[in-house]
């Protein structure tokens, strides 16, 4: 699969916006991110945006996912955002005593509360949530990839409420719903073989510049490939 896998990042479509805000820590007071809390903003694009960016507001996360699928990044992963600083009857396992937001990557999703998201903010989330995880080697699992409820239970028990899609969000993040099937990819009449994933379709980036009659470098340090 390495060499089929190679054009993913590429080719996937997502990229992340930088929007930046006040609201935040510099640095995580020696922390690391262990989980992802997943959140609702109960509100709309740019509202909910700018709501995040007031210093007023003393509220951010580290990432908004909008309902067209853009990845806006308001705090660094390395900083602290102020998503969930306040515990309240906690049902997270990896909860220790100290502020969350130390040691977890908060992602809100445009949206009302109780709304369902769109698919292109579910696939936009859900490239966020394996890109964030394999950075920070976070287990895929139920105590790792959580909701805010589970950290205030009493105040947030519909952050990100009944919509969000836990089951099939953890079944893709596990790979075990991942659709694959082949399928071919004619490029000026060269037939190239790829797979489908997801209702996406992987071809080798060298074999589609190669027919295009274009170069292709790959640089194995920056693992990036170069199309000229
Ligand atoms: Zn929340």
Known sequence: MGDRLQGVKKISGFEVEWAGTPNCWRGRGGRVPVAIVNHITDGLMPGCL???QN???GVSANYLVTKDGRILQLVKDEDTAWANG???KPSWTLYDGTNPNRYTI?????GMAGDQLTESQYQATLWLHRRLAEKYAIPLDEDHIIGHYRIDSVNRPNCPGPGFPWKRLMEDLKGENSEMAEVRVIVKGKEI???IINDRA???VRDIVEALENRVEWDGNTRTVIVS
């Not at 908060?106 to 445009?110: D, K, L, Q, R, V």
């Open 50 to 52: 700018l709501w995040m």
């Open 55 to 57: 210093p007023q507001a």
């Open 86 to 88: 306040v515990v309240n």
């Open 106 to 110: 908060s992602i809100e999703h445009e």
């Open 193 to 195: 073989p790829g797979v």
């Open 202 to 204: 992987w071809v080798p």
